[in-house]
């Protein structure tokens, strides 16, 4: 008979266990951000409260939302953390208040103390190409001349560069096109193997009694563009004439060049020379000193059509441009730009430079840097070009130990230019209050602007890893569903860094034995030193609890306060129940059924750390230890 009742206690059991889930189903769940802008509807404000309301909508792009939210965070509080200036700054920016957002955005700047590159000074600047040094073998070439030997672009086996070495007089050196020596342009075979063979002029229309300089020729071989100043007008200046430059453009045909062609781009009182084609061949780079030009000489471009003909001229911008000169252009197959400067910090006159071209100015002014040693030297390096399949190329300078003005050397990077741009961003993103690694969370790096760098998620251990640009600083974003996000930023210079987050949930299961306090980021209610009367900054927190209980009218709560150590252990324990209470009464008294709550003091009790009597700790561990904690009860019927 008693065997007969087993299966009828079975069921029953199973039965209140089945009412009990759906009893907690009907409860559901809370949304953290739903609670604090509740809270912030009946008026209640604290620094926490807006933070976490602007985060809210800013981390889910509703600016028109987060701006409010931001706004009043900064007159309750101004001296928060830059981020929030950086993300008040993005939410005026988006919602087309330009001129807030600049402001913002400069208060930004000077929180985060960046030193600018103005404000490097010239042993910084020395430390950072000393960095970059050392990364190529060097090597004197035997066709160069007595003369001026500059360039190098290789084509079908062929080197082309310019030269004086048949054409007369020298004269006083001043540059490649001052008037001083003619130059044309020659041709050399090259093996690759290194082996060079005899040099000659280039056969056809190009070379003539007059300067021809910095070829450049097509992938297919029939096109080349190049420098001339024999057609331009002669313009009094000063003491003596200037002869402006002009680009031409040339077809080979049965292996000459002809049907030179005056492009659209030059003008009889400006300077236009060194073209370079962009790896697609639709886009001119050159130099030019025209109207509209930062400095003396600038790099500008222009797109090329499908029939021939050149767009509208662009300037290449101040992060390439100077007012000193820019000169010598020279893009790689993975479209990054080398280029000569003397008006950005170097070595000598003109020095060698890098960037990654890019129509996001960010990667264009963090990929920036010069080449270093021995590319460049205290003399002027020019006519910088390099195959990045081979990583084999070649440089003009007129450093010391030369045969000529100008000479020609070949090199090869033993380091790819690259590295030293490459950084790498790892860490793990955990539960703030469990420590359990969150898999699949997302990762996203931006630039301070807020434009999109790249993103990745974390594997099953939570971790996660990013190349990166060492120059740049990165806003790193760690987010998951259900969690509220962060941000962290990356730091300057860093070969690898490595960045943690804890995440705070913002989905909480209303569960028996839940801790409110945990949930919706209650650390500690407080009172006064020695009193147990509600504070106005601990009633901030206590709407949170209200709010929870005004939308789960079943829910009840026991609360419970703590202590640190210090102190009588009794006192702790009686103050702690005087809390407790005075939480319960502030309750009751917006209107919580006295039969939903329940209150205790442990005092000392139950500490989370090592803090006991006797042992001596910093007060950021004993404010761990004084909490007050909402743990959810069983249902009322």
Same mark, same amino acid.
């Given at each position: 008979?008693?065997?007969?009742?087993?299966?009828?206690?079975?069921?029953?059991?199973?039965?209140?266990?089945?009412?009990?889930?759906?009893? /907690?189903?009907?409860? +559901?769940?809370?949304?953290?951000?739903?609670?604090? @802008?509740?809270?912030?509807?009946?008026?209640?404000?604290?620094?926490?409260?807006?933070?976490?309301?602007?985060?809210?909508?800013?981390?889910?792009?509703?600016?028109?939302?987060?701006?409010?939210?931001? !706004? @009043?965070?900064?007159?309750?509080?101004?001296?928060?953390?830059?981020?929030?200036?950086?993300?008040?700054?993005?939410?005026?920016?988006?919602?087309?208040?330009?001129?807030?957002?600049?402001?913002?955005?400069?208060? /930004?700047?000077?929180?985060?103390?960046?030193?600018?590159?103005?404000?490097?000074?010239?042993?910084?600047?020395?430390?950072?190409?000393?960095?970059?040094?050392?990364?190529?073998?060097?090597?004197?070439?035997? #066709?160069?001349?007595?003369?001026?030997?500059?360039?190098?672009?290789?084509?079908?086996?062929?080197?082309?560069?310019?030269?004086?070495?048949?054409? +007369?007089?020298?004269? !006083?050196?001043?540059?490649?096109?001052?008037?001083?020596?003619?130059?044309?342009?020659?041709?050399?075979?090259?093996?690759?193997?290194?082996?060079?063979?005899?040099?000659?002029?280039?056969?056809?229309?190009?070379?003539?009694?007059?300067?021809?300089?910095?070829?450049?020729?097509?992938?297919?071989?029939?096109?080349?563009?190049?420098?001339?100043?024999?057609?331009?007008?002669? @313009?009094?200046? !000063?003491?003596?004439?200037?002869?402006?430059?002009?680009?031409?453009?040339?077809?080979?045909?049965?292996?000459?060049?002809?049907?030179?062609?005056?492009?659209?781009?030059?003008?009889?009182?400006?300077?236009?020379?060194?073209?370079?084609?962009?790896?697609?061949?639709?886009?001119?780079?050159?130099?030019?000193?025209?109207?509209?030009?930062? +400095?003396?000489?600038?790099?500008?471009?222009?797109?090329?059509?499908?029939?021939?003909?050149?767009?509208?001229?662009?300037?290449? $911008?101040?992060?390439?441009?100077?007012?000193?000169?820019?000169?010598?252009?020279?893009?790689?197959?993975?479209?990054?730009?080398?280029?000569?400067?003397?008006?950005? #910090?170097?070595?000598?006159? /003109?020095?060698?430079?890098?960037?990654?071209?890019?129509?996001?100015?960010?990667?264009?002014?963090?990929?920036?840097?010069?080449?270093?040693?021995?590319?460049?030297?205290?003399?002027?390096?020019?006519?910088?070009?390099?195959?990045?399949?081979?990583?084999?190329?070649?440089?003009?300078?007129?450093?010391?130990?030369?045969?000529?003005?100008?000479?020609?050397?070949?090199?090869?990077?033993?380091?790819?230019?690259?590295?030293?741009?490459?950084?790498?961003?790892? +860490?793990?993103?955990?539960?703030?209050?469990?420590?359990?690694?969150?898999?699949?969370?997302?990762?996203?790096? #931006?630039?301070?602007?807020?434009?999109?760098?790249? !993103?990745?998620?974390?594997?099953?251990?939570?971790?996660?890893?990013?190349?990166?640009?060492?120059?740049?600083?990165?806003?790193?974003?760690?987010?998951?569903? $259900?969690?509220?996000?962060?941000?962290?930023?990356?730091?300057?210079?860093?070969?690898?860094?490595?960045?943690?987050? @804890?995440?705070?949930?913002?989905?909480?299961?209303?569960?028996?034995?839940?801790?409110?306090?945990?949930?919706?980021?209650?650390?500690?209610?407080?009172?006064?030193?020695?009193?147990?009367?509600?504070?106005?900054?601990?009633?901030?927190?206590?709407?949170?609890?209200?709010?929870?209980?005004?939308? /789960?009218?079943?829910?009840?709560?026991?609360?419970?306060?703590?202590?640190?150590?210090? $102190?009588?252990?009794?006192?702790?324990?009686?103050?702690?129940?005087?809390?407790?209470?005075?939480?319960?009464?502030?309750?009751?008294?917006?209107?919580?059924?006295?039969?939903?709550?329940?209150?205790?003091?442990?005092?000392?009790?139950?500490?989370?750390?090592?803090?006991?009597?006797?042992?001596?700790?910093?007060?950021?561990?004993?404010?761990?230890?004084?909490?007050?904690?909402?743990?959810?009860?069983?249902?009322?019927?």
């Amino acid at each position: 008979m008693f065997l007969g009742l087993l299966p009828l206690l079975g069921y029953a059991q199973q039965g209140k266990l089945n009412k009990a889930h759906k009893q /907690y189903e009907k409860l +559901g769940f809370i949304r953290a951000s739903e609670i604090y @802008e509740e809270v912030a509807s009946k008026g209640y404000r604290s620094v926490e409260l807006l933070q976490r309301l602007g985060n809210t909508y800013y981390f889910n792009a509703n600016y028109q939302k987060a701006a409010p939210w931001y !706004k @009043e965070l900064f007159a309750l509080d101004s001296s928060i953390s830059p981020a929030y200036y950086r993300r008040y700054a993005q939410s005026l920016k988006a919602i087309g208040e330009d001129t807030a957002s600049e402001r913002i955005y400069n208060l /930004y700047v000077q929180r985060r103390a960046e030193s600018s590159e103005a404000a490097l000074t010239s042993s910084d600047y020395l430390n950072k190409i000393a960095e970059n040094s050392g990364r190529y073998t060097i090597d004197k070439l035997p #066709f160069n001349s007595e003369g001026i030997d500059f360039g190098g672009i290789v084509n079908n086996g062929k080197l082309y560069y310019a030269s004086t070495k048949d054409t +007369g007089t020298l004269g !006083k050196r001043k540059s490649a096109w001052d008037g001083l020596a003619f130059l044309d342009i020659y041709q050399t075979g090259v093996d690759s193997d290194g082996t060079y063979g005899s040099s000659s002029k280039i056969e056809g229309d190009v070379n003539t009694r007059f300067h021809e300089s910095t070829p450049w020729v097509t992938k297919d071989g029939k096109t080349m563009y190049f420098t001339r100043n024999n057609t331009t007008p002669k @313009e009094k200046k !000063k003491k003596g004439f200037i002869q402006h430059l002009k680009i031409y453009r040339a077809s080979l045909v049965d292996g000459k060049w002809k049907n030179i062609e005056n492009l659209s781009i030059n003008g009889d009182h400006y300077s236009t020379a060194h073209p370079v084609l962009n790896s697609k061949e639709d886009r001119l780079y050159f130099v030019s000193d025209r109207p509209g030009s930062i +400095g003396a000489t600038d790099i500008f471009y222009c797109e090329i059509n499908s029939d021939g003909s050149l767009g509208r001229v662009e300037n290449a $911008g101040e992060i390439i441009n100077t007012r000193g000169r820019e000169s010598f252009p020279f893009i790689t197959e993975r479209d990054e730009l080398y280029f000569s400067s003397d008006g950005h #910090f170097g070595l000598g006159g /003109y020095d060698v430079f890098y960037v990654q071209l890019s129509d996001n100015e960010n990667i264009l002014k963090e990929s920036f840097l010069n080449v270093g040693e021995p590319i460049n030297s205290a003399m002027d390096d020019v006519a910088f070009t390099i195959n990045t399949s081979t990583h084999n190329g070649f440089i003009s300078s007129n450093r010391d130990g030369g045969l000529g003005y100008d000479d020609i050397y070949s090199f090869t990077e033993n380091t790819d230019v690259r590295k030293l741009l490459l950084s790498e961003i790892s +860490g793990t993103v955990v539960d703030r209050h469990t420590g359990e690694p969150l898999g699949q969370s997302e990762i996203e790096l #931006f630039f301070e602007d807020g434009s999109l760098f790249t !993103k990745v998620q974390t594997d099953s251990n939570g971790y996660y890893r990013v190349g990166a640009n060492r120059n740049v600083i990165y806003v790193v974003r760690a987010s998951k569903e $259900g969690y509220s996000s962060e941000e962290s930023f990356s730091l300057k210079g860093k070969k690898s860094q490595v960045i943690n987050f @804890e995440l705070e949930r913002d989905l909480y299961e209303l569960a028996s034995g839940g801790d409110l306090a945990k949930m919706l980021g209650i650390k500690e209610i407080y009172f006064d030193f020695d009193k147990s009367n509600i504070r106005p900054d601990a009633e901030v927190e206590l709407q949170k609890v209200i709010t929870v209980m005004e939308q /789960y009218p079943k829910l009840t709560i026991a609360i419970r306060s703590h202590t640190d150590s210090r $102190g009588n252990d009794n006192y702790n324990l009686k103050l702690s129940d005087q809390r407790a209470r005075s939480t319960k009464n502030y309750l009751i008294s917006h209107g919580i059924d006295t039969n939903r709550l329940s209150a205790k003091g442990v005092g000392e009790q139950e500490l989370v750390n090592r803090c006991v009597n006797g042992v001596k700790c910093p007060d950021e561990q004993h404010q761990e230890n004084r909490r007050s904690e909402f743990i959810i009860g069983v249902i009322v019927e």
